[in-house]
């Protein structure tokens, strides 16, 4: 067994519902996939001493799910005053509306057609819910309306599936851009040198200690794999379908669809840059 220390990030293990650190806690969502690692992860988060609570990602539209959420803000003496959504994948914001109908509170989101209420999110904007503090940082690239959630006081970074607590994320191509993804990454590793962010809470699989560590990783590993499909391409394979067999051939296989996104990502990339 790898000593998670020693893996990009350093990953704490097992995902399990719970506390990750002293203003956000953890609640699973039953949706486990090859896509979704150990399902999505729903964020709680809020000061200490107050009675109110801001939700991030209220997850895919499960009633045992949501209600499960709404019971924890309660077990600690919480109202859920706020939701906010990373993006609009449906493991993510799929239950939204249905969580704000259970709890009365806005739902906040890039994507005019995933509010519910009249404010949105956008690049430089705070959210101040019962004393917290989170900074949205625009982080594109998964999905052209992937926000970032900066948590200063717990020196955390909550980042919907721009990075994942396991693994690599894909670009969803069409909509996910390589260009301003590798943007994405690079503005939130600035955010641990310049921030002391050192915790990342992911939408997906476990919380990373190491959040330098994991945004170097993935820094590296798209430059690695960029650098695969650009030597596929000149050694003759042109389709996406292809490029994918080639350069993920050690990927299990269930997850090549995904990996062809990617790829295409990555194939425009290189057009756009004449590199191929």
């Given at each position: 067994?790898?000593?998670?220390?020693?893996?990009?990030?350093?990953?704490?293990?097992?995902?399990?519902?719970?506390?990750?650190?002293?203003?956000?806690?953890?609640?699973?969502?039953?949706?486990?996939?090859?896509?979704?690692?150990?399902?999505?992860?729903?964020?709680?988060?809020?000061?200490?001493?107050?009675?109110?609570?801001?939700?991030?990602d209220p997850g895919p539209l499960d009633d045992t799910h949501l209600t499960e959420v709404v019971a924890t803000a309660e077990r600690a003496g919480k109202r859920i005053a706020l939701t906010l959504l990373t993006h609009?994948h449906a493991d993510h914001a799929e239950g939204a509306a249905r969580f704000a109908a259970l709890t009365g509170s806005a739902v906040r989101a890039l994507d005019p057609a995933l509010r519910l209420g009249d404010e949105?999110?956008?690049?430089?904007?705070?959210?101040?819910?019962?004393?917290?503090?989170?900074?949205?940082?625009?982080?594109?690239?998964?999905?052209?309306?992937?926000?970032?959630?900066?948590?200063?006081?717990?020196?955390?970074?909550?980042?919907?599936?721009?990075?994942?607590?396991?693994?690599?994320?894909?670009?969803?191509?069409?909509?996910?851009?390589?260009?301003?993804?590798?943007?994405?990454?690079?503005?939130?590793?600035?955010?641990?040198?310049?921030?002391?962010?050192?915790?990342?809470?992911?939408?997906?699989?476990?919380?990373?200690?190491?959040?330098?560590?994991?945004?170097?990783?993935?820094?590296?590993?798209?430059?690695?794999?960029?650098?695969?499909?650009?030597?596929?391409?000149?050694?003759?394979?042109?389709?996406?379908?292809?490029?994918?067999?080639?350069?993920?051939?050690?990927?299990?296989?269930?997850?090549?669809?995904?990996?062809?996104?990617?790829?295409?990502?990555?194939?425009?990339?290189?057009?756009?840059?004449?590199?191929?």
């Amino acid at each position: 067994m790898t000593d998670a220390a020693a893996l990009p990030g350093q990953p704490r293990g097992r995902v399990v519902s719970g506390p990750a650190t002293k203003r956000a806690v953890c609640v699973l969502a039953p949706n486990p996939s090859p896509m979704t690692l150990d399902g999505t992860n729903t964020w709680m988060v809020s000061e200490p001493d107050s009675d109110l609570a801001v939700v991030i990602d209220p997850g895919p539209l499960d009633d045992t799910h949501l209600t499960e959420v709404v019971a924890t803000a309660e077990r600690a003496g919480k109202r859920i005053a706020l939701t906010l959504l990373t993006h609009g994948h449906a493991d993510h914001a799929e239950g939204a509306a249905r969580f704000a109908a259970l709890t009365g509170s806005a739902v906040r989101a890039l994507d005019p057609a995933l509010r519910l209420g009249d404010e949105g999110l956008g690049a430089g904007d705070v959210v101040t819910t019962g004393g917290l503090e989170l900074r949205v940082v625009p982080t594109p690239g998964h999905t052209s309306d992937s926000l970032s959630f900066h948590l200063p006081a717990d020196a955390a970074i909550l980042t919907g599936d721009t990075v994942l607590g396991r693994g690599t994320t894909m670009v969803a191509h069409p909509d996910g851009r390589l260009g301003e993804y590798l943007d994405s990454l690079r503005r939130l590793r600035s955010l641990t040198v310049d921030d002391g962010v050192d915790t990342v809470l992911p939408g997906h699989g476990p919380v990373l200690d190491d959040a330098r560590g994991a945004l170097e990783f993935y820094l590296a590993h798209r430059a690695s794999r960029l650098a695969q499909v650009e030597t596929a391409v000149e050694a003759g394979h042109r389709s996406a379908p292809d490029v994918v067999a080639h350069v993920y051939a050690d990927v299990d296989r269930t997850l090549w669809p995904a990996a062809e996104l990617s790829v295409r990502a990555q194939l425009d990339y290189l057009r756009e840059h004449g590199l191929i």
